[in-house]
Antibody
């Protein structure tokens, strides 16, 4: 079955970086955009960015530009999201999620398969 | 501040219908038919309920329906059930080739 499995919880100090992985199975990894979404404690869902696993192209929300790096390793069907210069307000559950539209596409659509989430805690 | 505006909370009794609105701009909701809705129970991953304004993924109850008029999209849940109690989020594709989420609506089934 189609599945996304994320790496485990992380605890980081302010100013450090964190890298979260998302391993896909049950479908052609390079055929669908992958998104990253986060939810801080008591807050709503916040879109972080996307990666085209086929080309490696990326785009992110303006507030994360310069701090977020999204990459992929097609040989192991895994996407990565690295967030640098961490602050306490980056404490959140980070999800990877697959876009249901097939690459190539002129648009993004909806997120039909989600990972289980990775808790990232930033604390001194 | 979220790019899309949703009411913070709505409530309804079992069997009733409720509607959650999601207001954006001509650069997102009004410009594209790529509005989606998600159900989120605490501690679990969000679940896609509606995509491309009106479409239901396989396995989603037909009690859930979506619509759009101008810059505002809506999610309607008919025949409310206790299990529908959750947070609901709208999302839209934008002219910057990004996604925007609404702030979320907490649904309480009385």
């Amino acid at each position: 079955q189609v599945q996304l499995v994320q790496s485990g919880a992380e605890v980081k100090k302010p100013g450090a970086s964190v890298k979260v992985s998302c391993k896909a199975s049950g479908y052609t990894f390079t055929g669908y955009y992958m998104h990253w979404v986060r939810q801080a404690p008591g807050q709503g869902l916040e879109w972080v960015g996307w990666i085209n696993p086929n080309s490696g192209g990326t785009n992110s929300a303006q507030r994360f530009q310069g701090r977020v790096t999204m990459t992929r390793d097609t040989s192991i069907s895994t996407a990565y999201m690295e967030l640098s210069r961490l602050r306490s307000d980056d404490t959140a559950v980070y999800y990877c999620a697959r876009d249901l539209t097939v690459v190539p596409t002129t648009h993004l659509s909806a997120l039909d398969v989600w990972g289980q989430g990775t808790m990232v805690t930033v604390s001194s | 501040q979220s790019a899309l505006t949703q009411p913070a909370s709505v409530s309804g009794s079992p069997g009733q219908s409720i509607t959650i609105s999601c207001t954006g701009t001509s650069s997102d909701i009004g410009g594209y038919n790529y509005v989606s809705w998600y159900q989120h129970h605490p501690g679990k991953a969000p679940k896609l309920m509606i995509y491309e304004v009106t479409n239901r993924p396989s396995g989603v109850s037909n009690r859930f329906s979506g619509s759009k008029s101008g810059n505002t999209a809506s999610l309607t849940i008919s025949g409310l059930q206790a299990e529908d109690e959750a947070d609901y989020y709208c999302s839209s594709y934008t002219s910057s080739s990004t996604l925007s989420f609404g702030g979320g609506t907490e649904l309480t089934v009385l």
